[in-house]
């Protein structure tokens, strides 16, 4: 579903229906009291639909959700593209609600699916990870649990989603994301109120980093896909992964197609190094427009030809990612790869992927970050300078050195 569509049903259809269901739960506490705390937790259902890297960093909050409360079953709502990101971390299928969003009439059957899933599975509380999501607000609501942990805009800017979370937290642009998903999980511990709830420390340090081990079956598959596009791939090549994409939700995170392309061919002049263009199905017809103008037979075009899994193995085999913001980037920090991260719009302050290969760069102008959770990452901005100008050298510079690190 396009993007722009998503956020004007999201606004047209969203706030009336939270402000309805606001009414609806108003009256209902009014005359019925209080809703009754469950004793333990069994089930809770961690809604994330949008963003994939965001799987990465919760991580750290499913496992706050096993310590706090043992016993409990982690269940995850999300998208298609979201399932695929399980896969690869290795969250059981069993435990997923998915829904597609193939077209309008897909879109609206799995959503009813899913509301009557949760209904009947007896969730105890929801964790929204989506920040000032009305749908996903919704969904938390219509499930029944008892106990809704989300950000809530108090009196900040953010967008006008009801009152329909029990534990209210307030969005911090101060802290990482993996912190902010942690205290959400924290909250559910405290009582209702005083608000703002989640009223203690978490440090980034004590969080928790997902690791993925190699798989013997992926790594041979992988090693296939390479030896198909390089005869000469195996031992003494090195792989440097190049990764251009960013969601269509914010566009203006991309380093210039170009700049890519120059730092290919730079990289390719390594006589031991093999750079590969990864990227989506979708992306790979861009990535053959912009390598048609070249002839060097060490810079080949991976988009398309793994599986998110596959993709991670490929993380496994290869020595450095160069790669915008975006879920490629924290799913490369499930496993030892170094990663550079070009960073613009938006600050690494909250979505740096975490690790101690990574390497964010930022030229961090005055205008920047322009896009963020309160403004649905939706800026004025045409010419981003602050990707542009972060010089091709610059980028070569910090690849070369991570390659020399590695021998």
Not at 130 to 153: C, D, H, Q, V
Not at 348 to 371: D, H, M, N, T, Y
Request: hydrophobic residues 45%; charged residues 20%; aromatic residues 6%.
């Amino acid at each position: 579903m396009p993007v722009q569509l998503m956020r004007l049903v999201d606004f047209w259809l969203g706030v009336p229906c939270c402000l309805l269901l606001s009414l609806y739960a108003w009256a209902r506490r009014l005359l019925a009291g209080a809703h009754r705390r469950p004793e333990a937790l069994r089930r809770v259902v961690f809604i994330q639909l949008a963003e994939s890297g965001a799987f990465v960093a919760a991580h750290s909050a499913l496992r706050r959700l096993e310590e706090r409360h043992p016993g409990a079953e982690a269940w995850v709502l999300t998208f298609s593209l979201g399932s695929q990101i399980l896969d690869s971390l290795r969250f059981p299928p069993d435990r997923r609600i998915v829904i597609r969003t193939d077209g309008p009439l897909v879109f609206c059957r799995d959503t009813l699916a899913a509301v009557a899933r949760m209904r009947a599975l007896g969730v105890d509380a929801t964790v929204n990870l989506e920040t000032f999501a009305r749908y996903s607000t919704i969904l938390a609501f219509l499930s029944g649990a008892p106990l809704r942990a989300g950000f809530f805009r108090f009196h900040d800017e953010g967008r006008y989603t009801g009152d329909l979370l029990t534990h209210r937290l307030v969005y911090s642009p101060h802290l990482h994301a993996a912190q902010t998903y942690a205290a959400l999980v924290e909250s559910l511990a405290e009582p209702e109120g005083p608000e703002p709830l989640a009223k203690r420390p978490v440090p980034l340090e004590d969080l928790e980093l997902p690791r993925v081990a190699s798989d013997p079956a992926l790594r041979e598959a992988v090693t296939a896909t390479l030896r198909g596009l390089d005869p000469e791939w195996g031992p003494g090549r090195r792989l440097v992964l190049l990764n251009m994409n960013a969601s269509d939700m914010a566009p203006n995170r991309r380093w210039p197609a170009e700049n890519y392309l120059r730092l290919a061919a730079r990289l390719a002049e390594e006589p031991d190094v093999l750079v590969g263009f990864i990227g989506a199905p979708g992306e790979r017809a861009a990535i053959a427009h912009l390598l048609a103008g070249g002839s060097h037979a060490r810079i080949v075009n991976l988009a398309g030809k793994t599986s998110v899994p596959e993709l991670v193995e490929l993380f496994h085999v290869a020595d450095l990612l160069v790669s915008n913001d975006s879920g490629p980037a924290h799913l490369a920090s499930v496993t030892d790869l170094d990663i550079v991260v070009l960073f613009g719009p938006e600050t690494p302050k909250i979505f740096r992927p975490l690790g101690p290969r990574v390497q964010a760069v930022s030229l961090e102008l005055a205008c920047s970050p322009c896009i963020s959770a309160y403004n649905q990452k939706r800026s004025p901005c045409s010419d981003n300078r602050c990707l542009k100008d972060i010089s091709v050298e610059s980028v070569l510079e910090r690849a070369l050195a991570v390659l020399r690190k590695r021998g």
